[in-house]
């Protein structure tokens, strides 16, 4: 009917217009939809492989590998994050929705801390958009700075998911984060967790690239929202390795929201 507005509006984020700039931005095509997420959403799995890839074959291979990281990481440290690259996507495509990661995680206490007492895993992941010149595109955060994609965040201990519930989607699981729904961590015991991904939208040109970094502290892109509390972290919970346990049956993998072309 006209003057009716559509149920949905999308910004399409192709190529590099820079950030905090709206003149710059007004670039970007809007195209209207019918419904959110969009219904011809294609949940694609890219898999973590022990050689820092991100791919939508996984690996046949039954070996266990692991890839370790420093937990209670600062923003400037290089080594408390582990990097996961596609390679160059074959032709234009289309990531609009909800994504998720699904890792299977462990901590090693550092040597000055016991293994026994409460311990803990915290998860900062963050999407990256790599484009066909080999730069990382920014967007404008909510403090006016560049961030990158999208992140996500989960502490180990807050993994429980309510799958009963009506609002629990595959893309979306639903917690409800009460006291109750905390579960312990161990040191050295695997934890297979559902890690939720803020929703976005890019088109990823021909010859760009997506990553995935996990880490276990803030990494460029947070701005002022930093997770930096002692009370909060404390050492004696989280210091040490984090570890990603990768193949022996066990999936790691990051569901992209693809949007098929018409």
Same mark, same amino acid.
């Given at each position: 009917?006209?003057?009716?507005?559509?149920?949905?509006?999308?910004?399409?984020?192709?190529?590099?217009?820079?950030?905090?700039?709206?003149?710059?931005?007004?670039?970007?095509?809007?195209?209207?939809?019918?419904?959110?997420?969009?219904?011809?959403?294609?949940?694609?799995?890219?898999?973590?492989?022990?050689?820092?890839?991100?791919?939508?074959?996984?690996?046949?291979?039954?070996?266990?590998?692991?890839?370790?990281?420093?937990?209670?990481?600062?923003?400037?440290?290089?080594?408390?994050?582990?990097?996961?690259?596609?390679?160059?996507?074959?032709?234009?495509?289309? !990531?609009?929705?909800?994504?998720?990661?699904?890792?299977?995680?462990?901590?090693?206490?550092?040597?000055?801390?016991?293994?026994?007492?409460?311990?803990?895993?915290?998860?900062?992941?963050?999407?990256?958009?790599?484009?066909?010149?080999?730069?990382?595109?920014?967007?404008?955060?909510?403090?006016?700075?560049?961030?990158?994609?999208?992140?996500?965040?989960?502490?180990?201990?807050?993994?429980?998911?309510?799958?009963?519930?009506?609002?629990?989607?595959?893309?979306?699981?639903?917690?409800?984060?009460?006291?109750?729904?905390?579960?312990?961590?161990?040191?050295?015991?695997?934890?297979?967790?559902?890690?939720? !991904?803020?929703?976005?939208?890019?088109?990823?040109?021909?010859?760009?690239?997506?990553?995935?970094?996990?880490?276990?502290?803030?990494?460029?892109?947070?701005?002022?929202?930093?997770?930096?509390?002692?009370?909060?972290?404390?050492?004696?919970?989280?210091?040490?390795?984090?570890?990603?346990?990768?193949?022996?049956?066990?999936?790691?993998?990051?569901?992209?929201?693809?949007?098929?072309?018409?």
């Amino acid at each position: 009917m006209p003057g009716k507005v559509a149920p949905v509006t999308l910004t399409l984020r192709k190529g590099n217009v820079g950030f905090n700039d709206a003149i710059a931005e007004s670039a970007y095509t809007k195209r209207e939809e019918s419904a959110w997420p969009l219904p011809s959403t294609q949940y694609t799995k890219y898999y973590l492989g022990s050689d820092n890839s991100l791919s939508p074959t996984q690996a046949k291979s039954d070996k266990e590998s692991q890839i370790s990281y420093s937990a209670l990481g600062v923003i400037d440290s290089k080594d408390h994050f582990a990097r996961f690259e596609t390679t160059q996507f074959e032709q234009e495509t289309e !990531i609009t929705g909800h994504v998720l990661a699904r890792l299977n995680v462990s901590m090693i206490p550092d040597s000055s801390e016991t293994e026994s007492g409460e311990k803990d895993i915290d998860l900062f992941l963050t999407l990256r958009y790599i484009d066909p010149h080999g730069k990382e595109v920014l967007y404008t955060g909510t403090a006016g700075d560049g961030v990158p994609l999208t992140k996500g965040w989960l502490r180990c201990s807050m993994r429980k998911i309510h799958d009963e519930n009506p609002r629990h989607r595959e893309y979306m699981p639903h917690r409800e984060y009460l006291s109750t729904d905390v579960q312990p961590v161990k040191a050295n015991e695997v934890y297979a967790v559902d890690v939720e !991904i803020w929703p976005t939208n890019v088109v990823v040109e021909k010859g760009g690239k997506i990553v995935l970094e996990v880490a276990s502290g803030d990494t460029q892109g947070c701005g002022i929202f930093q997770h930096a509390s002692d009370v909060d972290r404390p050492a004696s919970k989280f210091k040490g390795k984090n570890v990603l346990h990768l193949g022996g049956g066990r999936e790691n993998y990051v569901t992209l929201p693809i949007i098929p072309s018409k």
